[in-house]
């Protein structure tokens, strides 16, 4: 079974300041990271992937994550968050000798001006 | 191209009838997903197709629920007969799946169906 957990359901920071989402996940053998905005009444639209290589993955709009396979997490960053960046945030994973993507509940983001 | 497309964006339909829905995946993708979005249980899975066959229904909550994929090209979620708890978002996604240079899926709008 595979399963992701993102422990926080909302974050909150000021413009400006760093902001991280926090994600775990639990998978057979290779795991496919991803990561996943939603804004109101929007589909899911598609930020950035770990596949293989490099543990730190660089993504849309200036978003970033890093893979840690002892840890099991794929947490996301941003340097300097934007009032633009308050959304729904999602974290996916799939194995890698699979088709089933399953996602986290996602975290709620909320950038103060 | 246009991405995935689903119809209907809106669905209200009375308890007891049935609904479907329409997805149209992006060209070329081989993988397609149907999900369910609640305020209550966030984001599920229901099925998933590979080359038109599906792979996994253990998310389809009840018979009351089936999904075909006839053709690459087409999709559809029947729920009959429907009832007040199937209210939510559906949404489509499709992905090429193979390989590792193109594996992220891509979401179509979704469907708010409302049954009352």
């Known amino acids: 079974a595979q399963s992701v957990a993102q422990p926080e359901d909302q974050v909150n920071v000021a413009e400006g300041n760093p902001l991280t989402v926090k994600c775990t996940y639990s998978?057979?053998?290779?795991?496919?990271l991803f990561w996943y905005v939603q804004y109101p009444n929007r589909g899911l639209q598609f930020l950035l992937k770990?596949?293989?290589?490099?543990?730190l993955v660089k993504g849309s709009y200036g978003f970033e994550a890093e893979f840690n396979k002892s840890q099991t997490s794929f947490h996301l960053k941003k340097p300097s968050a934007l009032v633009s960046d308050s959304a729904l945030y999602f974290c996916?994973?799939?194995?890698?000798?699979?088709?089933?993507?399953?996602f986290g509940a996602g975290t709620t983001v909320t950038v103060r001006a | 191209d246009a991405g995935v497309i689903q119809s209907p964006r809106h669905e209200v339909t009375e308890m007891g009838q049935e609904v479907t829905l329409r997805c149209k995946p992006i060209?070329?993708?081989?993988?397609l997903f149907w999900y369910r979005q609640t305020m209550m249980r966030g984001l599920e899975l229901l099925i998933y197709?590979?080359?038109?066959?599906?792979?996994?229904d253990s998310g389809m909550p009840e018979d009351r629920f089936s999904a075909k994929m006839p053709n690459a090209s087409f999709s559809t979620l029947k729920i009959q007969p429907s009832e007040p708890r199937d209210s939510a978002v559906y949404f489509c996604?499709?992905?090429?799946?193979?390989?590792?240079?193109?594996?992220?899926?891509?979401f179509g709008q979704g469907t708010r169906l409302t049954v009352v």
């Open positions: 197709f590979n080359n038109n066959v599906p792979i996994d």
């Open positions: 770990y596949i293989t290589g490099d543990n």
């Open positions: 060209s070329g993708h081989n993988s």
């Open positions: 996604a499709s992905t090429h799946g193979q390989g590792t240079s193109r594996t992220e899926a891509f």
């Open positions: 996916a994973v799939r194995p890698g000798n699979d088709y089933k993507l399953s």
């Open positions: 998978v057979s053998g290779n795991p496919y």
